[in-house]
């Protein structure tokens, strides 16, 4: 009985001493994070969403234009599909496998080729917020920071920072962080931000930025019309979506590439 008491004891100290260390969420930030989602939906459930487009890329002196096709499912599942006017098609998917987030990318019908593990922590539907780890302020495995208020543009936003939670010296917080930038008046996403890195630098960051405006309702849904991505300060996707439809009951094999 005493050493069942000894063990139990010190199965409570650990647990007590894992709960003082666990980082905790700042509740404005918890508060901003649920008002712009429901800005976003106004309340209206969302399991999935394809947005149409038509896009320019740019790389370097290198402008294409063609379509696009913007894909996700929940929060871990998206897919991009680009149709461009010299180099073809390329496709990008976001999925989970055994557990973890993982995903590939692939050109013009050929092998598929996996993302660095390290490059699949940020959020899947980066493209739609609506969809994005703002979502997750009841899961107790994501943080949520106030940062404060900031001029984004000519806009004054709400900076809140968002990430998984993890062991001690583990780099999944730093991978998966998310930078939301929310209007001040109407708590919309106007930009978010994260990091890329090296196949082989997990500790080397490329800064991204996604850019959004142009909001229309859809169905009760905000979906910004026009949003751009951009690398270390510039633009290299710039995309107009022509449509946007939700909940169509996307298959989970969509999220894969061969």
């Not at 010299?86 to 055994?98: F, I, L, Y």
């Amino acid at each position: 009985m005493l050493r069942l008491a000894v063990v139990v004891s010190i199965l409570i100290s650990t647990v007590c001493a894992v709960a003082a260390t666990a980082p905790a969420s700042d509740p404005f930030a918890i508060t901003l994070a649920q008002q712009s989602i429901a800005a976003l939906t106004g309340g209206n459930p969302v399991s999935d969403i394809t947005l149409n487009a038509n896009l320019t890329s740019i790389v370097g002196a290198d402008y294409e234009t063609g379509t696009a096709t913007f894909q996700a499912k929940g929060t871990s599942e998206s897919r991009v599909d680009l149709n461009l006017s010299s180099s073809g098609t390329r496709s990008d998917v976001r999925n989970v496998a055994s557990g973890s987030p993982a995903g590939a990318w692939g050109t013009n019908g050929n092998s598929s080729t996996s993302f660095a593990p390290h490059n699949c922590w940020t959020d899947a539907a980066w493209f739609f917020p609506a969809l994005s780890s703002l979502t997750q302020t009841a899961n107790q495995n994501f943080v949520f920071k106030y940062i404060g208020q900031e001029q984004h543009g000519s806009v004054k936003t709400q900076h809140i920072r968002v990430y998984q939670s993890s062991s001690q010296n583990s780099p999944i917080p730093a991978l998966s962080t998310m930078e939301f930038y929310l209007d001040a008046v109407s708590s919309l996403p106007i930009a978010l931000g994260f990091n890329l890195h090296p196949d082989n630098a997990m500790g080397t960051n490329l800064p991204i930025e996604i850019n959004f405006a142009k909001y229309q309702p859809v169905n009760g849904i905000q979906v910004a019309f026009h949003f751009q991505k951009v690398f270390n300060g510039l633009v290299v996707l710039d995309a107009t979506v022509t449509n946007a439809s939700f909940n169509s009951g996307l298959a989970d094999t969509l999220f894969t590439l061969q």
